[in-house]
Nanobody, 124 residues
Framework: VQLQAYGGGSVQAGGSLRLSCAAS???????LAWFRQAPGKEREFVVA????????HYADFAKGRFTISRDNAKNAVYVQMNSLKPEDTAVYYC???????????????????WGQGTQVTVSS
């Protein structure tokens, strides 16, 4: 499976950005997620969508600011990020999994394939 991830960029605090991730193959059991990694920090979960349960999952810091949506025709998810903060600055990575159980949605090792990172920079 190949992932095409794009979006990101530089904005001022309070601004918005949109991330996109498309998979080369879709199954009804797949999940697409975004993680992020800031300099000197571990990679952390941001948001995910599981096709099997048709449900989104958000990290606490993303709730109310980020919205994930899916596009079945393009095997893709989009993440609208609003009210961005300087602490959102990181490299964002798209990830793909199949048969992902709920308890592993936020776990790095729950995902099999990873896309290239895209930089998000939020200035104060």
């Amino acid at each position: 499976v190949q992932l095409q991830a794009y979006g990101g960029g530089s904005v001022q605090a309070g601004g918005s950005l949109r991330l996109s991730c498309a998979a080369s193959r879709r199954t009804n059991t797949m999940a697409l997620a975004w993680f992020r990694q800031a300099p000197g920090k571990e990679r952390e979960f941001v948001v995910a969508f599981r096709w099997s349960s048709n449900t989104p999952h958000y990290a606490d810091f993303a709730k109310g600011r980020f919205t994930i949506s899916r596009d079945n025709a393009k095997n893709a998810v989009y993440v609208q990020m609003n009210s961005l903060k300087p602490e959102d600055t990181a490299v964002y990575y798209c990830a793909y999994a199949t048969n992902l159980i709920l308890s592993r949605v936020r776990q790095l090792d729950g995902y099999t394939y990873w896309g290239q990172g895209t930089q998000v920079t939020v200035s104060s």
